[in-house]
């Protein structure tokens, strides 16, 4: 269509200038993602649509509203001017989904707005506000009302003036003193971040070139570059975790209810525990200017939660300089502190985030449930409490939901909300909403011990230290981990979580401590195979990096630098040989699939069990919640890739080597989905005959 309106416009001597908008309201999102992965669609190429653009002898201005992405802001770039709306967003985020701008802009782009704003740009993919956009010169004007308006007025001012200076395609990539430094050390740094990630680099390589070659030949690298992307499988995982994020919008009920009207604007909520998770959650609710009220138990506590929230805001207001958007969190009719319990009559929804315990969190939902008005939802944080548990001790558990926040809670993006029994289909919209509106992603999932993410992450960790007691190191394990992608490997992970946690848990759970019976075997639990490991650290006072020392030594107490210990190597092999443990050599490939295997194993129990909607909820919470790298689509469209019969038959062999394992037994819905021919991920939750009541 493009094409065609701009012939039409070259040919009609009565039309003097040309205009581009988009419908509804926004300019253009860019190419649609689906696309990329039917042939059919890619015969058409934008570039030269673009180039086009640029070439026509009348000027052509774009009227951006909305957003101008990807192959939208590509068109942009053709464009002679560009007048964007105050509201608008513009970038080229290609690199997200796994490719790079595959329509002329890696080379326009660094030719109109430098080389390191333009690489920023499009190694990142962010979305620049208008405002920012406006100094960086990539748009000629802002304006607050109607865009389309102040875009032809701007095309019947520029009728009759020179085109050539506007077109980029013809404009030298603006200098730099130190151009070849400068490039050094970006890619240095890009490659240090992606960690395997392909497309940042790429996307590097294309604006390199265009520092480097002429215009057309820029073209041809960029070209070239872009088809590497688009037959990796990286391009293929980016793009399915773009629509697995916005498929978990999508939730039913067992009765198949899925959305309830919602009204958000005005709700009064209240978070109750300023604790480092409280923390986080107030700050993430004032900055989605959500009025809410924080709630502690004494005075002491009270002040040293506001100190650290008034820290984590002023930061937070300090990124949002120079933004539309500005944080109002000194009025008290948006953020009041108290102890007064009283002023739970009023709040509408109530965030409880007080230390992990079942008796302490019983016993606040039953005042809760006393105090608050009739309508008020009331959301437990826990991260693998007993929602039914806790719902019993109010008089109204349809009102009664689990949101699990992940730490830094104003940082990190996903949200697990688990509903029990009772939970009504009402409550679980409003917990969606409240997701939204505070920029998280809501995944929707079942009640169980560690709902999701945690119980797909203990047979994880439990790997990990089993790799131990059979002879691999702390940083061995890390290592495979962390060149698979995970920022940090289990162990590193584990120091930085505190190994107590984990400790006060299974001593909560018996497992270990006071309540472990007499004569239990030390490598045993309820007939299954146990490791002390971690039991053994936490009673020697390794906590990890809070302690300075833990699977790894730190410079000091609180130190953030892991390093091997000698101390950790001479006490696993003192206890190799207690236990009598034959030590083996264990290679990358089983640290890999012993970990990762069992941790999609679990994720098909959880499946089949109806803890979950779909593989694409797991995936979600993993690349959301856990730091499962995101080129590599997330747990379970990995397993899809690898093959399920290959994962079946490595889990069969391992559990064959481990029989006291239970979770490297392979599930029945994985040996199932095999034996029907290894069904394509889309498929699975079809091939489950009856859906679990949890559903
Ligand atoms: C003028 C362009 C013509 C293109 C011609 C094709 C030629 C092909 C030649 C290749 C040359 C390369 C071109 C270019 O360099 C490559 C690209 O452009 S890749 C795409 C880049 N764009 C993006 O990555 C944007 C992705 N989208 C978003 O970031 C967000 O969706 C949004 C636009 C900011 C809107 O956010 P929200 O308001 O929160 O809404 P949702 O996210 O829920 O989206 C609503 C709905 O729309 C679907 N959707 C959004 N963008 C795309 C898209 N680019 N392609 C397909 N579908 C898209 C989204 O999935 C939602 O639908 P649902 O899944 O809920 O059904």
Redesign the pocket.
């Known amino acids: 269509a493009l094409e065609d309106g701009l012939k039409k416009a070259d040919a009609d001597p009565s039309v003097k200038a040309v205009m581009i908008c988009g419908e509804n309201g926004k300019f253009?999102?860019?190419?649609?993602?689906?696309?990329f992965s039917s042939p059919k669609?890619?015969g058409?190429?934008?570039?030269p649509i673009v180039s086009l653009i640029e070439s026509s002898e009348k000027p052509v201005v774009a009227a951006i509203e909305g957003?101008a992405?990807?192959?939208?802001l590509?068109?942009a770039l053709g464009c002679h001017y560009r007048v964007a709306h105050a509201k608008a967003r513009m970038g080229l985020?290609?690199v997200?989904?796994g490719?790079l701008?595959?329509?002329e802009?890696t080379q326009r782009l660094p030719r109109l707005i430098g080389v390191p704003a333009a690489l920023d740009m499009i190694t990142t993919g962010k979305h620049i506000p208008a405002t920012e956009a406006l100094k960086l010169g990539l748009v000629d004007e802002i304006v607050e009302e109607n865009t389309i308006e102040a875009a032809i007025r701007l095309a019947n001012k520029v009728i009759g003036q020179p085109l050539g200076p506007r077109r980029l395609s013809l404009k030298p990539v603006p200098k730099l003193p130190n151009m070849e430094a400068f490039l050094q050390e970006a890619q240095v740094k890009v490659k240090r971040q992606a960690r395997g990630f392909l497309a940042p680099e790429l996307c590097f390589q294309a604006v390199q070139a265009a520092t480097q070659r002429p215009f057309a030949e820029g073209v041809r690298r960029e070209r070239e570059l872009?088809q590497v992307l688009l037959s990796s499988g990286q391009a293929q995982a980016l793009q399915y975790a773009?629509?697995a994020e916005?498929?978990v919008?999508r939730w039913a009920t067992p009765g198949g209810i899925n959305l309830l009207f919602i009204i958000f604007d005005s709700i009064l909520l209240l978070s109750l525990g300023l604790g480092t998770m409280g923390q986080g959650i107030v700050t993430s609710l004032v900055k989605a200017n959500i009025p809410v009220v924080a709630l502690e138990q004494n005075l002491e506590y009270l002040n040293k939660g506001r100190k650290a929230v008034m820290v984590l805001l002023e930061r937070e207001a300090k990124k949002m300089e120079g933004g539309a958007q500005k944080l109002d969190f000194h009025n008290p009719a948006r953020l009041q502190f108290t102890v007064d319990f009283n002023l739970l009559h009023d709040v509408d929804l109530v965030i409880e985030a007080v230390f992990e315990n079942m008796a302490l969190k019983k016993e606040i939902f039953h005042k809760l449930s006393n105090i608050c008005k009739p309508g008020a939802l009331l959301c437990t944080n826990t991260s693998a409490l007993d929602i039914d548990e806790i719902a019993s001790a109010t008089s109204r558990p349809q009102q009664v939901i689990g949101t699990h926040f992940f730490s830094p809670a104003h940082v990190m993006r996903l949200l697990e909300i688990i509903y029990g029994r009772h939970t009504s289909p009402s409550a679980i919209a409003t917990a969606m909403q409240l997701a939204k509106d505070m920029k998280k992603v809501g995944v929707v999932v079942g009640n169980c011990f560690g709902f999701v993410g945690n119980r797909m992450m203990f047979p994880y960790v439990e790997q990990a230290v089993f790799l131990l007691e059979e002879g691999s190191r702390p940083e061995a394990v890390d290592q495979v981990l962390e060149d698979f992608g995970f920022k940090i490997g289990p162990f590193r992970m584990s120091d930085l979580a505190g190994l107590d946690v984990g400790w006060r848990s299974r001593k909560g759970q018996g497992l270990t401590g006071p309540s472990l019976p007499a004569g239990s075997s030390a490598r045993q639990r309820r007939g299954q195979r146990y490791s002390p490991l971690p039991d053994l650290l936490c009673e020697r006072g390794r906590f990890g990096q809070k302690t300075g020392k833990g699977w790894y030594q730190y410079e000091r107490a609180g130190g953030r630098t892991a390093t091997p210990d000698p101390w950790i190597h001479g006490f696993l092999s003192q206890y190799r040989d207690t236990h009598r443990i034959e030590t083996r050599y264990i290679d990358q490939e089983e640290i890999l699939e012993r970990c990762l295997f069992s941790l999609i194993n679990e994720g098909f129990a959880i499946l089949a069990e109806g803890i979950a909607s779909g593989p694409e909820h797991l995936d979600v919470i993993y690349l959301n919640g856990y730091g499962w790298p995101k080129h590599r689509g997330g747990p379970m469209f990995y397993a899809s890739t690898v093959g399920l019969p290959r994962v079946l038959a490595k889990l069969q062999k391992y559990s064959e080597a481990h029989p006291d394992v239970p979770k490297l037994r392979p599930s029945a819905f994985l040996k199932k989905l095999v034996a029907v021919g290894n069904a394509p991920l889309k498929e699975w939750m079809s091939y489950l005959s009856r859906q679990s009541p949890k559903l």
């Open positions: 253009s999102a860019g190419a649609d993602i689906r696309g669609t890619l058409v190429a934008l570039g957003v992405l990807g192959g939208g590509e068109v985020p290609e997200t989904i490719l701008p595959g329509a802009g872009f773009f629509f916005r498929a919008h």
